[in-house]
Nanobody, 129 residues
Framework: QLHVVESGGGLVQPGGSLRLSCAAS????????IGWFRQAPGKEREGVSC????????NYADSVKGRFTISRDDAKNTVYLQMNSLKPKNTAVYYC??????????????????????WGQGTQVAVSS
């Protein structure tokens, strides 16, 4: 069965860091663009960051620019989201998704672009003192 699996979430104090991982199962990530999304209670799912299939381009939501970094290691079949300077409002369930759509990362940050792709079950990130 083809799917992606997120890991690395947890409880962290404000100002702390976490690194999330998105690993593919049953397929190779090389040809897929990957997006990271989050959903807080009572809110819609929103795009956080995305990376093109070869890692040449990335995109970030304005709220995370300068604090979050997306990267991929195709040899490990994994995409990462390094999150620094975390804030309480960053608390959410974080999801990754994979798509074969060959479109600009400007558009790939939207969850709708992954309707025909693979989604994970999410990993909880809680930022609290």
């Amino acid at each position: 069965q083809l799917h992606v699996v997120e890991s690395g979430g947890g409880l962290v104090q404000p100002g702390g860091s976490l690194r999330l991982s998105c690993a593919a199962s049953g397929f190779t990530l090389n040809y897929y663009a990957i997006g990271w999304f989050r959903q807080a209670p009572g809110k819609e799912r929103e795009g956080v960051s995305c990376i093109s299939s070869r890692g040449r381009t990335t995109n970030y939501a304005d709220s995370v620019k300068g604090r979050f970094t997306i990267s991929r290691d195709d040899a490990k079949n994994t995409v990462y989201l390094q999150m620094n300077s975390l804030k309480p409002k960053n608390t959410a369930v974080y999801y990754c998704a994979a798509t074969l759509r060959a479109i600009q990362t400007t558009y790939l940050i939207s969850p709708r672009r992954y309707d025909d792709g693979y989604w994970g079950q999410g990993t909880q990130v809680a930022v609290s003192s």
